[in-house]
């Protein structure tokens, strides 16, 4: 008895051995089908996936390819219709930018970047035609080339004309020069075929869709067509040589600067109401900037050679900045352009007018080339709210 019981539990004891081989064998089994089945589906996925790719790629290429065809279509079409007719031309441009500028006015604006390296302004660009992501990596150069539009010029009107009636002037008159004229091409006079201006700034800093810009010789609302970096290995050409006229300085310079003893009182109280609108952090900055802008004779050259009868200080004030209102940013002046000129007579007693961020500066400039600078109050034309 003792005997069937012992057979009977090493039987129970092999079954039960069996049973959980048999469970163990086809677990395992279940499990590598399981695992095979889905490696299997995510390899379809991945084929799926590269066959979506590729059918994306090839349409991209194929709209690439259509539109390049179309657009040579269109250049070739419009190549053919105004091969003899360039002013039926005209291309996509727009500004995209405008100049916020410590020169309110073309008179005073340099006539060359950087000479006044204390010239601030700011380049806001328009959110809708610039995403912000197009200003990143700028702040990594020091400077940058900005493609701007003489937007002030006084015979702008004249571009819209016919060739045979703008009446369009191929010379120009030089300050370099004491007035001789030369080509226009030869100079880098604002009064062009096409009124397109190129400068050069220091970049101070990039927030936003603004850049901050020392060095400038562009007028408050200037409107920018373009900027790029400047590049020191290949804009700055070692050999470059420029005609003998070009390198004579001191035609423009001054020999002093000076202020007069009730200006910083003048400064001070327009600087309360001009503060907060300001590029600069102090009237003791501004005033600096104003002896910068001085260093050079801002005068155009007629002002400098040409005697006539003086107006008194009240009316020279009250006309403030149109007293010199075509004189030419840059290296040249138009004589057809030079209205004003009634204002001035080479002396000592004649008062001139600079306007910078609103403030007109009022200084004098003897025959000795010393310059004294009397005041500063506020532009008639300026809101100091």
């Not at 039987?11 to 089908?33: C, H, M, P, Q």
């Not at 912000?132 to 006084?154: D, K, M, P, R």
């Not at 050409?237 to 202020?259: C, G, H, M, R, Y």
């Not at 003791?284 to 050079?296: A, C, G, K, P, T």
Request: hydrophobic content about 35%; proline content about 5%; overall charge neutral.
């Amino acid at each position: 008895m003792t005997g069937s019981k012992s057979q009977w539990i090493k039987l129970s004891i092999t079954v039960a051995l069996a049973s959980l081989s048999a469970s163990l064998y086809f677990w395992r089994r279940k499990s590598k089908l399981s695992f095979s089945n889905g490696e299997e589906e995510a390899r379809r996925k991945i084929q799926q996936l590269e066959a979506s790719l590729k059918s994306a790629l090839e349409k991209c290429a194929a709209e690439r390819k259509g539109r390049i065809r179309a657009q040579q279509a269109l250049r070739e079409s419009l190549s053919r219709s105004n091969s003899d007719k360039l002013e039926s031309s005209s291309y996509p441009m727009t500004p995209i930018a405008i100049v916020r500028s410590c020169f309110s006015t073309r008179n005073g604006t340099p006539r060359q970047p950087l000479l006044v390296p204390l010239a601030k302004a700011s380049l806001t660009f328009d959110p809708a035609r610039v995403p912000q992501a197009s200003l990143e990596g700028l702040e990594g150069y020091s400077h940058c080339w900005i493609i701007y539009v003489f937007h002030l010029n006084t015979d702008l009107e004249k571009l819209w004309k016919h060739p045979s009636q703008s009446k369009f002037k191929a010379k120009v008159r030089v300050p370099r020069l004491k007035g001789e004229r030369i080509g226009v091409f030869a100079s880098r006079s604002p009064h062009r075929p096409c009124p397109i201006g190129l400068t050069v700034a220091k970049v101070e800093a990039v927030h936003g869709h603004t850049v901050l810009l020392l060095g400038v010789d562009l007028v408050d609302g200037t409107p920018v067509l373009d900027i790029k970096p400047y590049l020191p290995y290949c804009d700055n050409i070692q050999e470059a040589t420029v005609p003998d006229w070009v390198k004579v300085d001191n035609v423009l310079a001054v020999a002093s600067v000076n202020f007069s003893e009730g200006f910083s009182s003048s400064l001070a109280d327009c600087w309360l109401l001009m503060e907060k609108k300001s590029l600069y952090t102090s009237p003791e900055e501004f005033q600096s900037l104003i002896r910068q802008v001085l260093l050079w004779d801002i005068r155009s050259v007629s002002q400098r050679t040409r005697p006539q009868q003086p107006l008194d200080e009240t009316e020279a004030g009250n006309r403030g900045e149109n007293h010199i209102e075509n004189e030419v940013v840059n290296d040249s002046s138009n004589l057809e352009n030079c209205q004003e000129d009634e204002y001035f007579e080479n002396g000592d007693d004649i008062v001139y007018h600079l306007v910078l961020e609103g403030l007109d500066v009022s200084y004098r400039i003897d025959s000795k080339a010393k310059v004294l600078v009397e005041r500063v109050t506020l532009a008639s034309h300026v809101d100091s709210q």
